[in-house]
């Protein structure tokens, strides 16, 4: 077991790499009732093309089959795994992004058995045909609800407008159509595919001793039969640097109209340091023109342009990236124009001022103090660092290191006219 | 392990912890809600945070913010019970973790009394211009439920359960009456306020608590008062229930039902009421959950919980529309068997542990351990972590069951879709 040490951050990390291949963390927290465990693995929505295990071609999977999957491994022969958790005192769930599947309990009894918990449960699937059918009313009511959500048809209309081929564009939860495909046959095989161990990272945060729970989840693999598995073989289309749509409306049921503006981004395989590098550089260059203490945000707010609901943000993993940026607006082309006329700035950095990155900078390393108080934030996005390589506590040194001509070298990467969008959600009597 | 102090008219709060990053400072300010007055007191916070005296435009206060390391300051208005809550939370990194070291909790209490006791204003007035963009601010804030179904429908089910009840109030208070507050208004209501609401502050963090007594008792200086209090009214009940349904363009339907719990925060049977909510809805292995989501399949979400210093239980789910009366007819049969008792000693262990589980969590981070104290505060009782513990524990079959008599469905409201 290896002990990592943040002395300035007063926290200390675990690590043991299991013979299974399963990486496993562990942070003490003094203090806290509660431990939060996550048991992740690197598969999300976008694994929709991939080469099964044991077979040799790549194979096309349902759209919305990782979420799904996530949904159908709570259901056992002896019922459902909610009913343990809570038995045990625990509350558990799960989620599915673009890139991961995770799924976590909180507890503040029982550790170790809901631990066991846990593992057990992700590591045993049970599909029946008839489960997954009765799963199908439930997911088709999930879909229904983020139908009805005019920010996540705003937020995937804005991907979906910069993608070509990337499936980073299809809704995570899929459609009502396309969960009509997934069978217990399909579900099975992606399970085999990407819930190897040595595809999945186990963190537990909490008022725990490490050796011993170390030891614990040790045993508990060792137990279990698992055999060495060749690499994953994902694949994703060749995707253009450029958006594939310029601009999108969609007409609903509101009465006050939103817009986003995205920028495609043109980082792709980047991983550890340089990713991080990157990451950080391009949400200091989104401060620095869009947050709350900017002239900018001054403006569009007496403006009338943005009220409270005005919100950006930078999402980068290894195979897209892009950037957001809108609210609500009564204004919308208005707001669409001032929004990109900012951007284009940004890239010859005429809008940037260097005294401000000092002051973006504090903000963001208090912000990173304060995600620290959260189990949740650091078992979560620790395994999502973890999966691109980068290390969730070198963000306060980069975030140091970071100089003005690191972002304006960012802005004048990122931001160009053939990768700029806007999606708008306007009311359907418009 | 909570250390209150009598300050002259600020009742100071102490909970020192080592256990976080940062320093959280909440401050309350509590009044009985009114219609004359609900929409100015929900203005007022977002005015008092666009500007201080020293700091005169939100630009130069979030500035000065991001200097503090990153400090927040957030405004935020709650509906508990018949009361209108306005929060002004700050959190502020504890230097302790920061290379240069700058006393940043005593700077941020600063900043707070600055905000409440200079903010941005001349000649017993706001600023004009604040005043203005916070009014259109807040019109869009009251607009923005209309696009977002799910508090939509929770807030209609409200306003037509509590017709003639001062609980109907929207907590963002009435778009027809922003017009007509001024900036002159507005900062006469503040006075008043500042000299007759029931005021809190809470800091919660790693501290020296006799400076931390010290900087308040300089800084937050106000008269004493005694806090206006309300009376519970005894509302009549229905012989049957009141349903409303209303059409419109949308893919789910929404279906929230209002129910009588006669039980508040506070009272000895309000502990078998969160045991009876948490075996109902409140968690994953419960009634609802189990019988609408798992077997019939109904729906993604299907829940209830309990408004507890209303005496209300809200039970919400999302389903097709044309599975209104189904999905009716099985959460009747499911509040039925929890009155008849249809449960298990084994349940009630279960609930209980995921109950005691939700609030050690709640007491982990530093907000929800300043709502959980709050209400002691909102229901005049003092219910300390461990007696809470002991109650929970306590609660019997007989208690669920009893307690659960007194439950009465009130209302029914669906946003249906318009295919049915």
């Known amino acids: 077991m290896e002990r990592l040490l943040f002395d300035q951050l007063d926290e200390e990390l675990y690590y043991e790499k299991m013979t299974n291949g399963l990486d496993v963390y562990i942070l003490p927290k003094k203090g806290f009732n509660k431990t939060f465990a996550t048991f992740t693995t690197k598969y999300g929505s976008i694994d929709n093309y991939f080469v099964p295990l044991g077979q040799k071609d790549l194979k096309l999977v349902p759209d919305g089959i990782a979420h799904f999957l996530e949904h159908k491994m709570f259901e056992k022969e002896d019922g459902d795994v909610f009913g343990q958790f809570s038995k045990q005192g625990a509350s558990a769930n799960a989620f599915t992004s673009f890139t991961r599947t995770a799924y976590l309990f909180s507890s503040t009894t029982n550790v170790k058995e809901n631990l066991e918990t846990l593992i057990n449960f992700v590591q045993e699937p049970y599909f029946t045909e008839k489960t997954v059918e009765k799963e199908k009313g439930i997911i088709g009511q999930e879909i229904q609800m983020y139908n009805d959500n005019p920010d996540w048809r705003l937020y995937f209309g804005a991907i979906e407008n910069m993608y070509h081929n990337h499936p980073v564009k299809i809704d995570i939860a899929g459609t009502i159509d396309s969960i009509a495909k997934i069978t217990k046959d399909l579900l099975y095989e992606c399970y085999h595919t990407f819930y190897h161990p040595s595809n999945m990272l186990l963190f537990v945060v909490g008022p725990v001793n490490p050796q011993e729970m170390m030891n614990f989840i040790k045993d508990n693999q060792a137990k279990k039969p698992f055999t060495d598995q060749p690499e994953i073989e994902r694949k994703f289309a060749e995707e253009p640097t450029t958006v594939a749509k310029k601009e999108q409306v969609l007409h609903m049921n509101v009465q006050t109209p939103k817009i986003m503006v995205g920028i495609k981004g043109n980082y792709t395989n980047q991983k550890g340091d340089t990713m991080l590098k990157n990451e950080l550089s391009t949400q200091l260059l989104m401060d620095l023109l869009f947050n709350q203490s900017s002239e900018n945000y001054r403006e569009m707010y007496d403006a009338g342009l943005i009220d409270d609901s005005f919100s950006y943000d930078y999402t980068q993993e290894e195979s897209f990236s892009f950037a957001l940026v809108g609210g609500d607006t009564r204004e919308p082309e208005q707001l669409q124009e001032k929004l990109t006329s900012i951007l284009k700035q940004a890239k010859s950095a005429k809008n940037l001022s260097e005294e401000a990155l000092e002051r973006v900078k504090k903000n963001r390393i208090g912000s990173f103090l304060r995600a620290l108080n959260s189990p949740e934030y650091i078992a979560n996005q620790f395994t999502r660092y973890a999966f691109n390589e980068m290390d969730l506590f070198k963000v306060v040194p980069m975030l140091e290191e970071i100089t003005f001509s690191d972002v304006k070298k960012v802005a004048n990467d990122l931001i160009a006219d053939d990768r700029l969008t806007v999606c708008k959600v306007l009311p359907k009597n418009s | ?420």
Request: glycine share 4%.
């Open chain 2, 1 to 420: 392990m909570e250390k209150v102090i009598d300050n002259q008219g600020v009742k100071l709060h102490l909970v020192k912890t080592d256990k976080y990053k940062t320093n959280t400072i909440v401050f309350k300010m509590k009044a009985p809600i009114e219609k004359e007055y609900a929409t100015t007191r929900a203005l007022l916070p977002y005015v008092l945070q666009s500007g201080t005296n020293t700091y005169p435009s939100f630009t130069e206060l979030r500035t000065y913010l991001e200097n503090l390391y990153g400090a927040t300051l957030s405004v935020d208005l709650q509906k508990k019970g018949e009361y209108h809550i306005i929060s002004i939370t700050m959190e502020v990194a504890n230097e302790k973790f920061l290379k240069q070291s700058e006393p940043l909790l005593d700077k941020a209490l600063t900043l707070l009394a600055d905000v409440l006791f200079n903010p941005r204003s001349a000649n017993d007035s706001f600023d004009e211009q604040i005043v203005a963009k916070e009014k259109r601010t807040l019109k869009q804030r009251i607009q923005a439920v209309n696009d977002d179904k799910m508090r939509y429908a929770n807030l209609r089910l409200i306003q037509e359960m509590c017709k003639d009840e001062p609980y109907a109030i929207p907590v963002n208070g009435i778009l027809e009456d922003v017009d007509k507050i001024t900036a002159q208004s507005l900062y006469s209501y503040y006075q008043d306020s500042l000299s007759s609401d029931e005021l809190d502050l809470y800091i919660v963090g790693d501290f020296t608590e006799e400076e931390v007594i010290q900087s308040c008792q300089a800084k937050f200086q106000l008269k004493s008062r005694t806090p206006k209090k309300i009376e519970q009214t005894n509302i009549s009940k229905r012989v049957k229930e009141n349903v409303i349904i209303e059409k419109q363009d949308v893919a789910q339907g929404k279906l929230n039902m209002g129910l009588r719990t006669d039980t508040r925060y506070g009272e000895d049977d309000y502990f078998a009421l969160q045991v009876f909510n948490g075996l109902f809805g409140g968690f994953p292995h419960s009634k609802l959950f189990i019988n609408v989501r798992e077997k019939a399949s109904l729906a993604y979400y299907a829940a209830s919980r309990l408004e507890s210093h209303k005496g209300l239980m809200l039970v919400m789910t999302g389903i097709e529309t044309k599975n209104y009366e189904k999905a009716v007819t099985i959460i009747k049969e499911q509040l039925q068997a929890m009155k008849n008792g249809d449960f298990t000693e084994a349940d009630i262990e279960q609930t209980k542990a995921v109950i005691q589980n939700q609030m050690l969590e709640t007491l982990d981070t530093s907000r929800g351990l300043v709502e959980v104290l709050y209400h002691n505060v909102i229901s005049g009782t003092n219910v300390s972590e461990e007696v809470w513990k002991e109650k929970i524990a306590n609660v019997t079959k007989e208690n669920i069951i009893q307690v659960g008599e007194k439950i009465q469905l009130d209302t029914i409201y669906f946003l249906s879709g318009l295919e049915a």
